[in-house]
């Protein structure tokens, strides 16, 4: 009896398990003929978790159960999950009153506030431009350092670089005093606790730093806010170096957008929406 009771256990785990991973998590809407899981597909589908969706000469409107709306522009492919789709080519624009994440070459789009909508485009070179048009976005790292916040009608574009320590830190920006810390707030609007040298001078200054971010974020003030190990800090036109110099952060550069989203916006509100 006892074995029966352990196969039959099993069995409803595992018809639990196939079940779950079934469950429609939202509906592609297409401008055309797009593939799903590659499956052609024109019309209305079903996403699932996982679920693979490519454009070509179409558009696909996907809009998920959590409130996250994504428009996919031509000849661009992503993976849907619950909480996020993994951008593997093109661009998508993104809806949300959620805390649903774009991914694309291992950064982390997420929204700030809610009620924000953004383009996210992949370009070459492993290159990311982010684009925001309402609310705000933070650009974070695979190691979750904050990289920038990009603001509504402003670009940024984010390059990975192989060659580049992940650890490595070089830029431009504000120092202040807060709570007994350092901070640097750089052009792109992140922030970091300044550490291993001697700040006070600096306070108010705008500055050239170079330094090393540790895998650990420190938690100040229930905010996490990354510490910058300093390495050497200059005041700001001393070195020739100019708030416009791009930023590396954590083996990215990072600096202002060429503005290929909002393009990508206004096209496609162009585009006339799917038939129902």
Same mark, same amino acid.
């Given at each position: 009896?006892?074995?029966?009771?352990?196969?039959?256990?099993?069995?409803?785990?595992?018809?639990?398990?196939?079940?779950?991973?079934?469950?429609?998590?939202?509906?592609?809407?297409?401008?055309?003929?797009?593939?799903?899981?590659?499956?052609?597909?024109?019309?209305?589908?079903?996403?699932?978790?996982?679920?693979?969706?490519?454009?070509?000469?179409?558009?696909?409107?996907?809009?998920?159960?959590?409130?996250?709306?994504?428009?996919?522009?031509?000849?661009?492919?992503?993976?849907?999950?619950?909480?996020?789709?993994?951008?593997?080519?093109?661009?998508?624009?993104?809806?949300?009153?959620?805390?649903?994440?774009?991914? /694309?070459? %291992? $950064?982390?789009? +997420?929204?700030?506030?809610?009620?924000?909508?953004?383009? *996210?485009?992949? !370009?070459? @070179?492993?290159?990311?431009?982010?684009?925001?048009?309402?609310?705000?976005?933070?650009?974070?790292?695979?190691?979750?350092?904050?990289?920038?916040?990009?603001?509504?009608?402003?670009?940024?574009?984010?390059?990975?670089?192989?060659?580049?320590?992940?650890?490595?830190?070089?830029?431009?920006?504000?120092?202040?005093?807060?709570?007994?810390h350092y901070y640097l707030t750089t052009d792109a609007d992140s922030k970091y606790e300044l550490t291993c040298k001697d700040f006070k001078k600096y306070?108010?200054?705008?500055?050239?730093?170079?330094?090393?971010?540790?895998?650990?974020?420190?938690?100040?003030?229930?905010?996490?806010?990354?510490?910058?190990?300093?390495?050497?800090?200059?005041?700001?036109? /001393?070195? %020739? $170096?100019?708030? +416009?110099?791009?930023?590396?952060?954590?083996?990215?550069? *990072?600096?202002? !957008?060429? @503005?290929?989203?909002?393009?990508?916006?206004?096209?496609?509100?162009?585009?006339?929406?799917?038939?129902?």
């Open positions: 009896m006892f074995k029966k009771l352990q196969v039959v256990a099993a069995l409803l785990s595992l018809l639990s398990y196939t079940a779950a991973g079934t469950v429609s998590i939202g509906t592609a809407s297409a401008r055309g003929d797009i593939r799903v899981d590659n499956n052609a597909v024109k019309g209305n589908a079903t996403l699932f978790d996982g679920s693979v969706v490519e454009t070509g000469q179409a558009t696909a409107d996907l809009r998920l159960d959590k409130g996250a709306e994504i428009t996919m522009s031509t000849s661009s492919r992503g993976t849907l999950y619950r909480d996020r789709i993994v951008l593997q080519q093109g661009e998508s624009e993104l809806a949300t009153h959620s805390s649903f994440q774009v991914e /694309a070459n %291992g $950064l982390r789009v +997420t929204p700030n506030q809610p009620d924000s909508r953004g383009v *996210v485009s992949l !370009g070459k @070179g492993n290159t990311v431009e982010v684009a925001a048009l309402n609310g705000s976005f933070g650009v974070t790292n695979d190691r979750g350092i904050l990289l920038a916040n990009v603001h509504p009608g402003r670009a940024m574009s984010f390059a990975i670089k192989t060659s580049e320590s992940p650890s490595s830190f070089q830029g431009v920006g504000l120092v202040s005093y807060e709570n007994g306070k108010d200054t705008k500055v050239v730093v170079s330094g090393n971010l540790p895998s650990a974020i420190a938690q100040v003030g229930g905010v996490a806010t990354p510490a910058l190990c300093v390495s050497s800090i200059a005041i700001n036109g /001393a070195t %020739g $170096l100019s708030g +416009t110099t791009w930023l590396i952060i954590g083996g990215v550069l *990072v600096g202002a !957008g060429v @503005g290929i989203g909002l393009g990508v916006y206004e096209s496609n509100k162009s585009t006339p929406p799917a038939s129902r």
